[in-house]
């Protein structure tokens, strides 16, 4: 295999609570995450000559030179891009397994950054799984979860629910079986249980703004944490609500909007926010709510919305 496609796709929060601050001072959660059919589209290419040529930027990771190519103007792209922190990762976890020398490694970046909805996760997620097809699967699926954990809370998610919505194209994979839409996910993100998908459409809007999830996280230190046992499975509940809403005008006065004038059966920020995504049952209701929102956040030239699916299911499933 000379090149390989993935979709990257976005992941959204059913459910988000914070219950406590370890040691390490990362935080445990109990969240519900769900895929969305909303994606940027990553190839990874060997390169068959020197790829200098190329006006990217270029990271030698222990032997694997990559190249990252995006036309993106808001996404980073230099040794902070989590593209190249995942490529790493896989380096570091295939302990000498042949390796292609260079690849160039291209992002078409469509979702928004720092919104909630792990677009930069997906992209690592997206690349290691890539980079393992490339490589001819020297790495299962909780291999490459593992590996992830070093990379961000959600990749490990994103490397579970993305092999799952690219399965036609990662068949070969060891462990692709157990990939599924949907887990609760403990921990601090590295817990990763398939659950039954909760199938809906929904529209995800973006204020426009960006929310950084490491202040969101030290913020809950001083507004506390959830009183919940590990097991709940409450679903449509984010603990984070109560500090991104407080601090983005913008993302509350999208999300009161989306309650008040749309006929959602649930609305609630993804993640750390500022995204709101609203659910529906019914598509046809969500059809034709997408064009009232348009219509109702018209002066808002940053707001983006999208209509899309959550909960995919194979058929048969």
Excluded at 79 to 100: H, I, M, Q, T, W
Excluded at 269 to 285: L, R
Aim: charged share 25%; aromatic share 6%.
């Amino acid at each position: 295999m000379e090149s390989i496609t993935l979709n990257a796709h976005a992941k959204i929060n059913l459910s988000l609570r914070i219950i406590g601050k370890r040691p390490d001072g990362y935080h445990e959660i109990v969240s519900f995450m769900q895929g969305t059919g909303l994606h940027d589209v990553v190839t990874i290419k060997k390169c068959s000559e020197n790829a200098t040529k190329y006006t990217c930027t270029r990271c030698n990771l222990n032997g694997l030179l990559v190249y990252l190519c995006t036309a993106s103007e808001t996404m980073p792209t230099d040794k902070s891009n989590l593209a190249f922190k995942g490529a790493d990762a896989f380096v570091k976890a295939c302990e000498g397994s042949s390796l292609p020398g260079e690849v160039i490694v291209d992002i078409d970046k469509r979702l928004p950054v720092a919104a909630g909805i792990a677009g930069g996760s997906g992209n690592a997620a997206a690349v290691m799984l890539g980079l393992n097809a490339l490589a001819s699967y020297p790495l299962s699926l909780r291999d490459l979860m593992k590996a992830g954990e070093a990379v961000g809370a959600d990749v490990p998610f994103s490397i579970f629910m993305n092999a799952y919505r690219n399965r036609n194209a990662l068949k070969e994979l060891r462990g692709i079986e157990e990939a599924k839409d949907s887990a609760w996910i403990g921990g601090i993100g590295e817990i990763v249980e398939a659950a039954e998908p909760v199938t809906r459409m929904v529209i995800l809007a973006n204020p426009g703004t960006g929310v950084s999830t490491r202040a969101a996280y030290e913020a809950m230190d001083s507004i506390g944490y959830s009183d919940i046992d590990k097991t709940d499975r409450s679903l449509f509940v984010n603990d984070m609500e109560s500090y991104t809403l407080n601090e983005h005008a913008k993302a509350a006065e999208l999300k009161r909007i989306m309650q008040e004038k749309l006929s959602a059966d649930e609305v609630l920020m993804s993640g750390s926010g500022p995204s709101i995504v609203a659910y529906y049952n019914d598509g046809d209701k969500a059809s034709k709510d997408i064009k009232l929102l348009a219509e109702l956040t018209r002066a808002e030239r940053d707001i983006r919305m999208w209509l899309s699916d959550t909960g995919n299911k194979m058929q048969g499933e």
